[in-house]
């Protein structure tokens, strides 16, 4: 069982960004972000997290809460579970409170990293070959780097464990009918981290032989996504968020190199394409991306899916190519380390290199080729904003050697179907005045002594959700994520609270003047006694 005070000190520690960002891709949206609702079917983004608040809330189909309701519902766990999966998200260390029902956490991933790092240290030919590679003493500390030797090795180390059943399961061991083998062996290892230093998985690189596959990953399990991680970042973090940009390259050497030349914003794929699976850890500070492949076929085709991404979803930054069957790592080793920095510094804007490696694919002087080019460039193009179309119509044209009246902007088709707008009228107080109630008890009992749920002509529904303790309701906690639920001082709510008291009873005076099979002399006494409360509370305000 998981004690009250770990519980607490995990909630108070919750970034609701980042856990619900390692899930879906959020954006900026003023004070808080936005995304399309995980939870059902839309186009337009109406789910909006608030981190100053913590909670979560979708305008399109009403599901709302914290992080700990998101990821039970997003993953379908129970309350435990969607804390222990936080905890390891957050690498946060639980503490229970019965050693009987402590869920036994055995790092095994962590311990056979530990064991191939050294195996690498008392390996003198694979050290070697590290440092041919230019892979320096310093990298291999901090990167871990290991060495899976002889199979039956990692197969012993996890039987010593008694975690055979996990090796296999977490992707270290490998099961064919009866035989258990090391994925890895003799290669050299790169442990793979999840953004918060959690070991996940491992890549591992032959080191000779042309019969076998270079790079291999682990496997996809319960914590390894190769499709939502980058190597590296959990290093790389700081430098990106500081320096606003990161440099995405092809492989694990490419990475330890430019770390070594002081280029610490890279990180590299695993082996896979660039995907929107990346985009929410793309999203984290809001960097400007580089991508950074080799020139050959593999790598100007992965560039060119990965610049169509980035361009649809308006991320700033381009593309750096390295021609000649050069890598970073092998400029770097070169000595050509101010080479490098001047192409990261001038890379190619993700939409030019799209248009331009579109138009390679044809032949511009054959007129039936050149209008399949036109036609599938226009088709790139109308996907972009109007302002984006405009900016690169010329270009465009430029390149196809056509006139610019050929390249039309055309304006993004609006949504028909029916969605809310995230800033939908509410009387901006009343918000406050919700927010401020549902923050402070004391404020509500006050507002029960001078407001009634008709006071309320926007929320009169999420008053009477507090007055009857229905603090979690989707409807309540999407009025709280709006930037006017300010939760005022006691000194100011008092004063709000009896403004709106006013404004109520003269609002009632107004209807009973109005109002028909009242007889008059009930009609005066009753507009009397209003206007007496009208005049104290006045009073009481100095109005």
Do not use: W
Not at 365 to 383: G, I
Not at 442 to 467: A, I, N, Q
Request: with cysteine; net charge neutral.
């Amino acid at each position: 069982m998981i004690s009250n005070e770990s519980l607490e000190q995990l909630k108070q520690n919750i970034d609701i960004v980042e856990i619900l960002g390692s899930y879906i891709q959020l954006k900026k949206a003023g004070v808080n972000y936005s995304a399309c609702c995980p939870f059902h079917q839309e186009k337009t983004a109406s789910f909006m997290v608030s981190p100053s608040k913590g909670i979560y809330h979708c305008y399109g189909c009403g599901v709302g809460g914290d992080a700990i309701k998101f990821v039970m519902e997003y993953e379908k766990l129970t309350f435990v579970e969607s804390i222990e999966k936080i905890a390891s998200i957050m690498n946060f260390e639980l503490v229970y409170t019965q050693e009987k029902t402590q869920k036994q956490d055995s790092k095994f991933l962590d311990k056979i990293a530990s064991f191939y790092h050294q195996k690498l240290l008392s390996s003198p030919q694979v050290l070697d070959y590290a440092y041919k590679r230019g892979i320096t003493q310093e990298s291999i500390e901090r990167f871990y780097l290991g060495f899976c030797g002889a199979g039956f090795e990692s197969v012993r180390f996890a039987d010593e464990m008694g975690a055979r059943s996990e090796a296999i399961e977490l992707g270290v061991l490998g099961r064919d009918n009866e035989r258990v083998y090391a994925r890895f062996f003799d290669r050299l290892m790169f442990p793979i981290y999840s953004p918060n230093s959690s070991v996940v998985g491992f890549g591992g690189r032959i080191m000779e032989g042309d019969n076998v596959a270079k790079y291999i990953n682990s496997p996809q399990t319960k914590v390894f996504n190769k499709s939502k991680l980058l190597y590296a970042y959990h290093l790389a973090k700081e430098s990106i968020f500081r320096q606003k940009q990161i440099i995405i390259t092809e492989g694990y050497i490419d990475v330890i190199m430019l770390h070594q030349a002081g280029i610490k914003n890279a990180v590299a794929t695993l082996g896979t394409a660039l995907t929107s699976d990346h985009l929410p850890l793309l999203n984290r500070g809001e960097p400007k991306i580089i991508v950074s492949y080799d020139g050959d076929k593999a790598g100007i085709n992965a560039a060119f899916k990965a610049s169509k991404l980035l361009a649809l979803e308006g991320k700033d930054g381009g593309v750096v190519i390295f021609e000649g069957g050069l890598d970073p790592a092998d400029m770097i080793v070169g000595g050509r380390v101010e080479e490098v920095r001047a192409l990261f510094a001038s890379p190619i804007p993700f939409v030019k290199f799209v248009l331009e490696q579109m138009v390679l694919n044809y032949d511009l002087h054959n007129p039936l080729q050149k209008e399949k080019a036109l036609k599938e460039s226009l088709e790139f193009l109308h996907s972009l904003s109007a302002l984006l179309q405009e900016e690169y119509r010329l270009f465009l044209a430029k390149l196809l050697k056509v006139p610019p009246t050929l390249i039309r902007v055309k304006s993004q088709k609006k949504s028909t179907s029916p969605t809310l707008s995230i800033q939908e009228v509410y009387d901006v107080a009343e918000v406050a005045l919700i927010a401020s109630m549902y923050e402070n008890e004391s404020f509500l009992d006050l507002g029960v002594e001078y407001l009634e749920k008709s006071s309320f002509k926007e929320c009169f529904r999420e008053y009477e959700l507090l007055l009857s303790g229905e603090r979690e309701d989707s409807l309540l906690q999407g009025l709280l994520m709006r930037e006017s639920a300010r939760v005022m001082s006691e000194e100011e709510f008092r004063k709000q609270i009896k403004i709106k008291a006013i404004q109520d009873l003269e609002e009632k005076i107004k209807l009973l003047i109005g109002k028909e099979g009242v007889e008059y002399e009930t009609k005066i006494r009753q507009i009397q006694e209003m206007r007496e409360k009208i005049n104290k509370i006045k009073k009481e305000i100095h109005l």
